[in-house]
């Protein structure tokens, strides 16, 4: 079974750094576009950043300079590198992985707290 499992929250200082990790099994994971979400309370899930499965990359304008999405193929592993980290960072944070429209595949989230 297809398994998406988040880690590397917490609670961080403004100013400070998080690295987020997402592990998949259950997927050929280098044919997978990976993204990950965000959603903070009372708002919509957004997209954060995305990479295609040959590196592509792209980012949501509030994080552009802050944040670095990358892959590692050989861990099935998606990171995103989070920088600056802003008290609007503040969300619960989702990987996804995306083969093609109808077969896309969620981890269960993990929190991101940036608060002095």
């Known amino acids: 079974q297809v398994q998406l499992v988040e880690s590397g929250g917490g609670l961080v200082q403004p100013g400070g750094s998080l690295r987020l990790s997402c592990a998949a099994s259950?997927?050929?994971?280098?044919?997978?576009?990976m993204r990950w979400y965000r959603q903070a309370p009372g708002k919509q899930r957004e997209l954060v950043a995305g990479?295609?499965?040959?590196?592509?990359?792209n980012y949501a304008d509030s994080v552009k300079g802050r944040f670095t999405i990358s892959r590692d193929n050989a861990k099935n592993t998606v990171y995103l590198q989070m920088n600056s980290l802003k008290p609007e960072d503040t969300a619960v944070y989702y990987c996804?992985?995306?083969?093609?429209?109808?077969?896309?595949?969620w981890g269960q989230g993990t929190q991101v707290t940036v608060s002095s």
């Open positions: 996804n992985a995306l083969l093609r429209p109808g077969i896309a595949y």
């Open positions: 259950g997927i050929s994971f280098s044919i997978y576009a």
């Open positions: 990479i295609t499965s040959v590196g592509v990359t």
